[in-house]
């Protein structure tokens, strides 16, 4: 006998992101807002002057993406069951990428699933991390292995906190601007190259074409069964020097920048880049201050960890190499020599 559970239907998970000063939010039931010690000690006395809830809780967790892991994830959900939150209660990520990362993932497993929204911090999350409900978390094997897609219910991008960030960390999100342009927009790139983003209005300009782009490609592939792997380009490359370097050494963007001029001397090598575009990339992450260049150790060992990465297979892996500036292909068919011999370039002495 077979039976069949008839499960077809359309779920609507479209969601505003709004891009102005925050202003009065009005939420029914219990809120917690989960952010870290240095986020909560700069903004969190303005976003609770701006927040109106039944009940508010704040729950504190380490700063820092060699935090984010099931232990962090175990504490957070402690303390949501320690004050009774239900799956009409609501969470809010308030913080930076790591933030918005493990408070969806929390959200997502919470009793089967319940809402959350984004109160972005970071550039880097302000333009990338916080829209598209990729949410997850570390462990020994490489970054955000374990994780799903739960889309926010609202997204909320106010300017205003990104006064006190420190220039790594406002240079971080500048490379994840570049990396939306390169791939998508070579307008955009242009622009960029062409206007200093230190300058509060044209940053305000590129934060909302960087997050038009992250949403028309989300709208199109939510869970990364095509387009949407070209947001990666970069990563590949920088997610395996974050984990050789235990989350510890560089930001998340910065290893972004360094696995986009790692991608970028295998387009040239494909013939996919002219080593002009390469050179106006560089130039332009060399601007912000943010590194290009990164030690290899043992090329075979880092080669060997591209199998963890999520886009690979068994026996292929993806990368995401750009079409000059402004194209993307992803790639499972580059000859492991090709890759290797650029890896080499990066060798340490």
């Known amino acids: 006998m077979t039976l069949n559970i008839a499960l077809k239907h359309e779920i609507d998970h479209s969601y ?9 939010l009005h939420f029914k039931g219990k ?23 039944d009940e508010c809780y704040v729950v504190t967790v380490p700063d820092g993406e060699q935090h984010k892991g099931l232990q962090t994830i175990e504490y957070i959900l402690d303390r949501l069951f320690e004050h009774r939150l239900n799956r ?10 790591v933030i918005g990362d493990m408070c969806g993932f929390a959200a997502g497993i919470y009793q089967r699933g319940i809402d959350f929204v984004q109160i972005p ?13 990729k949410t997850g978390i570390n462990n020994r094997f490489g970054k955000n292995l374990v994780g799903l897609f739960h889309q926010p219910k609202a997204v909320y991008i106010d300017p205003y906190f990104l006064s006190s960030l420190p220039p790594r960390e406002f240079a971080a999100g500048v490379a ?12 955009f790139f242009d622009w960029l190259d062409a206007h200093d983003l230190r300058e509060p209005e044209h940053l305000k ?8 782009i992250k949403a028309e490609v989300v709208a199109q592939d939510e869970k990364e069964q095509g387009l949407r792997a070209a947001l990666n380009y970069g990563h590949t490359f920088g997610h395996v020097i974050e984990n050789e370097t235990a989350y510890t050494r ?16 295998v ?8 080593p002009h575009e390469a050179m106006r990339v560089k130039a332009l992450l060399e601007r912000y201050g943010l590194p290009v260049h990164y030690g290899i150790k043992d090329v075979e060992a880092f080669y060997d960890a591209f199998f963890l990465d999520k886009k690979s297979s068994d026996h292929s892996i993806t990368f995401i190499i750009p079409q000059g500036i402004g194209g993307v292909a992803l790639r499972d068919d580059i000859d492991a020599a090709l890759i290797k011999g650029v890896l080499a370039r990066y060798s340490e002495v």
């Open 205 to 212: 300009t590129a934060i909302k074409q960087a997050v038009r």
């Open 267 to 274: 387009a040239c090598e494909l013939g996919m880049m002219s």
């Open 121 to 133: 911090t970071t550039l880097l999350s302000q333009v990338d991390a916080s829209v598209g409900g």
């Open 88 to 97: 009409k209660s609501l969470l809010i990520a308030f913080g930076g990428g």
């Open 16 to 24: 505003p992101i709004h891009i102005d000063p925050l202003s009065t």
């Open 176 to 187: 994840e601007m570049l990396k939306m342009a390169v791939t998508f927009d070579a307008a």
């Open 31 to 53: 809120v917690a807002i989960i952010t870290n010690p240095k986020v909560a000690g700069l903004h969190l006395g303005y976003l609770l002057s701006r927040l109106s809830a």
């Open 250 to 265: 560089f930001l998340h963007g910065e290893t972004v920048a360094i696995g986009m001029v790692m991608a970028n001397e």
